[in-house]
Structures are given as structure tokens and as C-alpha cells.
């Protein structure tokens, strides 16, 4: 038996490729994340360049997100070399807005918005209480129980109107 895998358009593709989901928070994909940066398609060849940034350096869902996105493009019949990229640094402002309410309804209270620093000028101090919205009832009486929560990017925290325990996805 012989089987033939018709190629997509390169639009097509980058659907594909942005519909794959994160294997750490699977209620959200690389593009609701932001971490798909770029796709190269080449028609003539077949072949396509997927620019990623992960979340941070080291975070150990890179493997997998690429090997996911290279199975997606062999699937809808490209060649695919997937191209890691650090700079800029990846930010939660990159994430949509869609997977910012995906978050909220699985949850995990969203990140609010990432200081913005440029690299060049000292990191300003101040000492502030961040008002984080329950996401099981809407309560902004929360309060933090440890920095790190089920994955590093997250922090554990408690609702004291509702009393439940909830993940933040940190603002970075």
C-alpha cells in the first residue's frame, strides 16, 4: 500500500503549527503562548523554518513543543527545520488574549502585564502587594502561599473569599 501525503498551503501550515498545544498547560497552544514567532514556507522545496522562543532558557517543554510542531509539518506534508531563537526574550505580553481567558476558565490566574525593562537601565525596586483575581470566583482577596507553584512559572496561591488554592502564570 502506498500512501501519499497531500502538502498544505503554507497558511495552512502555520495554522497547523499554532494550534499545537503546550504540553505543560495543554488548554493553551504555542500561539495562545506566543512562542511561535515565525514560519518559512518554500513551496518550490517543501521545506519550512519554524522559529520558536520558549517561554525561558530552560524550559524543559522545548524538546517536546518542537518535536510536536516537526510531526504537524511532516503530517501536513512539509520538511521542517525548527529553529530556536532567545532574543528578544519571550514575555507573557506576548500571550493572547484568548489564552489568557483559556487560563482563567482552567483555573490558572493569568499573568498581568510584564515589567518592561531594557536591559540597560538598574531594576527599580518598590515594595507593592500584587492584587491577583481569584479565577474560580473573581476575588481579588488572594494572597501568595509559595513562589513556585506545578512548574516554575507559576506561583501557588489561595483566594481568601472562596478559599480555594490556585496556580498564577507569572508576569515575565
Known sequence: MVTTT????PAELEAALRDVPDPEVPVLTVGDLGILRSVAADEATGRATVTVTPTYSGCPATEAIAAHLTYVARRSGWEVDVVTRLDPPWT?????DAGRERLRRFGIAPPGPAAHRDG???VELH???RVVACPHCGSHDTEELSRFGSTACKALRRCLACREPFDEFKAI
Not at 507573557?92 to 493572547?96: H, L, P
Request: proline fraction near 7%; charged fraction near 25%; glycine fraction near 0%.
Open 120 to 122: 540597560r537601565s538598574p
Open 127 to 129: 515594595l507593592t502587594r
Open 6 to 9: 497531500t502538502r498544505t498551503s
Open 92 to 96: 507573557t505580553d506576548w500571550m493572547s
